[in-house]
């Protein structure tokens, strides 16, 4: 009593799908009818405590006390600065050659060094 593939579709089990299909979505509405008739309210979160404005006074205070940390200036010989563009245009401010230059030697230097040590 073995029925073997065929070419169409079988209808048996499909209707034995779509009915079991049937039967589960018919009880998980039934739970939830069930849940949302004894659901019991649900305490929330207590609210965040409100931060009193007296202690973020007090907070800005010990910040405008704390020192700020010095900064470092650096040579002027390094960055001389050719006269800028005018205002309004976004041009970095252009090096002197002569610091270019300088740049160039130090950093040719390095770089004979790394070939020396065979790093490069």
Known sequence: ???LGGLGPDY???KEKKEKLKLQKEYSRQIKEYNMKNITV??????RPQVSS????KALEYAKKI??????I?????QEVLPQAPTGSSLPPLLSLESLWNRHKKEKEAVAAFKALHIL
């Open 1 to 3: 009593n073995m029925k």
């Open 12 to 14: 048996e089990t499909i």
């Open 42 to 47: 649900v305490q929330r979160l207590p609210a």
């Open 54 to 57: 007296v202690s973020r006074q």
């Open 67 to 72: 020192p700020r940390p010095k900064t470092f």
């Open 74 to 78: 650096t040579k002027q010989s390094e």
